[in-house]
Antibody, heavy 124, light 106 residues
């Protein structure tokens, strides 16, 4: 089955760039769309963005162009870079597959499955 | 941005009881709504997609209903492993999540 694993520094200094990688196993990176979601401590979920198998991207406008998602096909990985971080970016960061589910004659992508998540703390 | 409002924030029930969780959208999302379950220290798990379809491996005690702006997740008879936080999510216009409902043991 599809499995995802996040990796990257757990501590980032304010104003610097957060960089995370998600390694996919059990499926080719060229099969699905891939997304990033984050969860501040004790709070709810926020979608960050996704990348398609063709490399097109879509981001949450609230991040004001700070996020960049890319794919490295040869390593079956995709990555997130978030620039100019502040304490508000402290969160558990999840990667997830955006897989197609069909019902009633139409199909759409849902986040399934997710990686276990990795905590990133922004320090001043 | 479509805002999803979940209620109640916390629901206290006993095993064997029926749970009803609500999710209301600030505008119509048609049937493009999903429900996820998250246990402490774990990633969310997809339960229901397109408002009423169970994802692979999800027990039949979980059911979803609704369309437009009002949606419900029902757990027919609570098992001990069902106590968790539940989130709704829409994909009608970008992606947004509700703030969650914590289902706790009474």
């Amino acid at each position: 089955q599809v499995q995802l694993q996040e990796s990257g520094p757990g501590l980032v200094k304010a104003s610097e760039t957060l960089s995370l990688t998600c390694t996919v196993s059990g499926a080719s990176i060229s099969t699905y769309y891939w997304g990033w979601i984050r969860q501040p401590p004790g709070k709810g979920l926020e979608w960050i963005g996704y990348i398609s198998y063709s490399g097109s991207t879509n981001y949450n406008l609230s991040l004001k162009s700070r996020a960049i998602i890319s794919v490295e096909t040869s390593k079956n990985q995709f990555s997130l870079k978030l620039s100019s971080v502040t304490a508000a970016d402290t969160a558990v960061y999840f990667c997830a597959a955006l897989r197609g589910y069909c019902s009633g004659g139409s199909c759409g992508n849902w986040f399934d499955p997710w990686g276990q998540g990795t905590l990133v703390t922004v320090s001043s | 941005e479509i805002v999803l409002t979940q209620s109640p924030a916390t629901l206290s029930l006993s095993p064997g009881e029926r749970a009803t969780l609500s999710c209301r959208a600030s505008q119509s999302v048609s049937r493009y709504l999903a429900w996820y379950q998250q246990k402490p220290g774990q990633a969310p798990r997809l339960l229901i997609y397109d408002a009423s379809n169970r994802a692979t491996g999800i027990p039949v005690r979980f059911s979803g209903s609704g369309s437009g702006s009002d949606f419900t997740l029902t757990i027919s008879s609570l098992e001990p492993e069902d106590f968790a936080v539940y989130y709704c999510q829409q994909r009608s216009n970008s992606y947004t999540f509700g703030q969650g409902t914590k289902l706790e043991i009474k």
